[in-house]
């Protein structure tokens, strides 16, 4: 990725020293090197290890919802900032199935925990080991 972003830097720049217009460079530069770095799916594993949690229940939710934003975002289907998880999730949903539902019961958690006060219910791990288990399966 950093490659990627000082390549268009020096392509930029080349351009515009044949063209005349360093402001323009320098605003393209600045705004490619200001780009925020997402981590991929890949870089994300599953919170479960032997079937046991690696971590706090509430912890892993807001981690899941994480790889979730990761998992769409490869797809070509990313979060934008003013969709909220459950608009996200039945976006997910809509255009891959086999997921909808864990989508939708992860949206459900996320919202129990960010914004009802963090009671999650006593299923809450079946659920995002379920969600984790399919978003891990080969594409097929």
Same mark, same amino acid.
């Given at each position: 990725?950093?490659?990627?972003?000082?390549?268009?830097?020096?392509? @930029?720049?080349?351009? *515009?020293?044949?063209?005349?217009?360093?402001?323009?460079?320098?605003? =393209?530069?600045?705004? @490619?090197?200001?780009?925020?770095?997402?981590?991929?799916?890949?870089?994300?594993? *599953?919170?479960? @290890? /032997? +079937?046991?949690?690696?971590?706090?229940?509430?912890?892993? =939710?807001?981690?899941?919802?994480?790889?979730?934003? !990761?998992? +769409? &975002?490869?797809?070509?289907?990313? &979060?934008?900032? $003013? =969709?909220?998880?459950?608009?996200?999730?039945?976006?997910? /949903?809509?255009?891959?199935?086999?997921? /909808? +539902?864990?989508?939708?019961?992860?949206? $459900?958690?996320?919202?129990?925990?960010?914004?009802? /006060?963090?009671?999650?219910?006593?299923?809450? *791990?079946?659920?995002?080991? *379920?969600?984790?288990?399919?978003?891990?399966?080969? !594409?097929?």
């Amino acid at each position: 990725l950093a490659a990627l972003r000082k390549f268009w830097r020096d392509l @930029v720049e080349f351009f *515009s020293s044949l063209f005349g217009d360093k402001n323009r460079t320098e605003a =393209v530069s600045a705004t @490619v090197s200001e780009a925020p770095r997402y981590k991929s799916f890949r870089e994300f594993t *599953s919170p479960f @290890v /032997g +079937g046991k949690m690696r971590f706090p229940l509430e912890q892993a =939710v807001l981690y899941t919802f994480e790889a979730l934003n !990761a998992w +769409g &975002r490869e797809r070509g289907l990313p &979060r934008e900032q $003013d =969709v909220t998880p459950h608009e996200f999730a039945a976006k997910l /949903g809509s255009e891959f199935p086999q997921i /909808g +539902g864990e989508a939708n019961s992860l949206a $459900d958690l996320y919202g129990q925990l960010v914004f009802a /006060g963090g009671n999650l219910p006593s299923d809450a *791990s079946s659920k995002l080991q *379920s969600l984790w288990q399919k978003l891990q399966a080969p !594409a097929g």
